[in-house]
């Protein structure tokens, strides 16, 4: 069993950063994809981020592309998510889901591959 841990989650107002960090109680394989999902109440999970290893590609959503980067820090069993100029409808609860081991690319949009998720972290963006 994996546990998943979220951080770094708060209020912020719109055009400035916040950096989410994920670490997982354990990654006892070389192969597998962490990613990022984020929800508001009403709506369906949306795809925000994901990493892949081997090989750590990267893969984004399209309403986050040139803003967000996740990065990965294999010493410390996280995952992080920069975001940047953030917009009000960045809103969501944040939360960290990882599988293993990893499976194709276009695969990794889907929440339903994970085995593993967080509690989430709720990010707010207003003014």
């Known amino acids: 069993q994996v546990t998943l841990v979220e951080s770094g989650g708060g209020f912020v107002q719109p055009g400035t950063s916040l950096r989410l960090s994920c670490v997982a109680s354990?990654?006892?394989?070389?192969?597998?994809?962490m990613a990022w999902f984020r929800q508001t109440p009403g709506k369906e999970r949306e795809f925000v981020a994901a990493?892949?290893?081997?090989?750590?590609?990267?893969a984004y959503g399209d309403s986050v592309k040139g803003r967000f980067t996740i990065s990965r820090d294999r010493v410390n069993r996280a995952v992080h998510l920069q975001m940047n100029n953030l917009k009000r409808e960045d809103a969501a609860v944040y939360s960290c889901?990882?599988?293993?081991?990893?499976?194709?690319?276009?695969?990794?949009?889907?929440?339903?591959?994970?085995?593993?998720w967080g509690k989430g972290s709720q990010v707010t963006v207003s003014s």
């Open positions: 990493v892949g290893w081997p090989g750590g590609s990267e």
């Open positions: 889901a990882y599988r293993r081991p990893r499976i194709i690319f276009r695969h990794w949009r889907d929440d339903s591959v994970y085995a593993y």
């Open positions: 354990e990654v006892s394989s070389n192969s597998y994809v």
